[in-house]
């Protein structure tokens, strides 16, 4: 729809949505809170906008966009049966709670995976509910393309003026890895500012070994792939 072309419009969704009580109470701290879709918080660049939860910014805003809640209709959310638990269930019903406080109704369908990868990114698509691969090298960058995976436009936003073909291409290009985490900087400081997608929160993973396996380093860290590299040193102690 054309109103969420509008950035106004785009800002005022994450201010009406309480995004930490969220991650804190609903999803029992095992989340936390995203400014962009780079996952790794020592790689977030300094003056991100948090986006904290303001319900009265976000009803200023739609009214600075000149847009009318009401007017919208209802806000149709799709996602698929690996989000049909109830973690995500009580996630998505407190964000649609949040989200008609401001006056934006909405309505969520979980759909088949074939149904789903027929549905997702189709003119009649509004939203999707989904995650992304959130490894340090597994990101997937032709999403912010001027043209998407299939080599055809990407409708509503024009991504390719905000600067993301010549930044995605430098990050493609990078040949150390401080150029690399510094170009995954940039997108994120550009993806906080411009909000291709509305950034909502991230898992975080936990694992565990038998206390025989040795010099084996595992923390808790966001996306996948959370534990230290090195694994020529691991052991099992007999």
């Known amino acids: 729809p054309e109103a969420w072309r ?4 785009r800002q005022a969704f994450l201010y009406a949505i309480d995004r930490k009580a969220i991650c804190e109470d609903i999803l029992a701290s095992t989340y936390q809170v995203l400014p962009c879709i780079v996952c790794q918080p020592d790689l977030w660049p300094q003056g991100l906008n948090d986006y904290a939860y303001d319900p009265e910014k976000a009803k200023a805003l739609l009214a600075e966009a000149g847009v009318d809640p009401a007017s919208l209709g209802t806000v149709h959310i799709i996602t698929h049966t690996g989000y049909n638990n109830q973690p995500n269930r009580d996630a998505l019903q407190a964000m ?34 989904r995650g992304t691969r959130g490894t340090l ?31 995605i291409a430098r990050i493609r290009s990078a040949s150390d890895l401080e150029t690399y985490k510094k170009g995954l900087s940039d997108l994120c400081k550009l993806q906080n500012e411009t909000l291709p997608d509305i950034y909502l929160w991230v898992g975080l993973r936990f694992g565990a070994a038998n206390e025989r396996v040795k010099d084996f380093y595992w923390y808790p860290a966001p996306g996948g792939g959370p534990y230290e590299d090195h694994a020529e040193r691991w052991y099992i102690e007999d």
């Open 137 to 167: 090298f597994g990101y997937i960058f032709g999403q912010w393309l001027s043209t998407d995976k299939r080599g055809t436009a990407v409708s509503g936003y024009d991504y390719a003026a905000d600067g993301y073909d010549e930044l």
């Open 96 to 129: 649609q709670a949040y989200l008609k406080d401001v006056g934006i109704e909405s309505e969520v369908r979980f759909l088949d995976l074939p149904t789903w990868r027929a549905t997702y990114r189709t003119p009649k698509m509004e939203f999707a509910y």
């Open 6 to 9: 509008d950035l106004k419009v």
